[in-house]
């Protein structure tokens, strides 16, 4: 019964990222064309906003896809790790799109092109509906995944970027300011560097086998040297499979020979404070000068 809930659960999320690419695929390239024919960079600009997070929707549903890839024997770890690549690939992507719109909103802004301000609000309104339900599509498992709760908040957010476009439509309809949708382009291309800075700090990190943000290596150690069992900790390391799991090595000296149980409790210690999946941990029994304080 466990593996057919587990089964219904895959299906469930696999067909709200089908989905979910699906109808923002379709309005990015509506909106692009809309943004062209209506001589609105904003337009064009929250296009090539939505379609950073289509990519980054696309790269989270293969990071879980390839999770659940069993090792090979050339493979061993699985190939979690090639959803670094991925981020890695996704924010070069990202930042070829933000140097052709930050391109093109220079030179509109050296040649004025009249906006069609009523176009521009009719489909950025269209888009804080077709954002908000695909984020409403991974809502319910927001709580449970880092790669879906990442493609939830980036809709949220692409919902009030649009509602931010709908805004400037509605003064540029009012006061005739053209200069208004420039004015918004750049902040989605501000909005989409932030993201993007982040995203490849996050990816350089993980590539390096930097220890993940959400572990504190000294947490980690204090535990270890503060088990009653343990003299010395050395070659502590901390590194990412992939975007989600962790791995831990770690050696230790111990006061007093320890058995499968003493390694065991360990390991489900660091799962469960630290979500660390894979630890590996060689205990040499020994360093009995270092055990006064612990008896």
Known sequence: MEYEHSHNHNIKIGNAFKIGITINI?????????????NSMALI??????????????????????????????????????????ALLNTILLLVAVGFILFETVQRINKPMQVNANSMMIVAAIGIGVNAFTAWLFMKEKKNDLNIRSAFVHFVA???????????????TFTGIQWIDSFVSFTIIAVILFSSYNLLIDSVNLALDAVPDNIKIEQVRDYLSGLQEVAGVHDLHIWSLGTTDAALTVHLTTCQPTNV?????????????????????????GGMEDCGNKF
């Open 45 to 86: 600009a929250d296009a090539g906003h939505n379609l950073s997070d289509v990519l980054a929707l696309a790269f989270s549903w293969i990071a879980i896809l390839l999770s659940q890839r069993k090792p090979t024997l050339k493979f061993t770890y699985g190939f979690r790790r090639s959803t670094i690549l991925i």
């Open 261 to 285: 149980s003493f390694i065991s409790s360990i390991q489900h210690h660091l799962h469960e404070q630290y979500s660390i999946e894979h630890s590996t941990i060689q205990v040499e029994f």
């Open 158 to 172: 692409d919902a009030l970027v649009s509602l931010g476009v709908v805004v400037a439509g509605i003064i540029m």
């Open 26 to 38: 379709l309005f990015v390239i509506a909106e692009a064309l809309s943004g062209y024919i209506s």
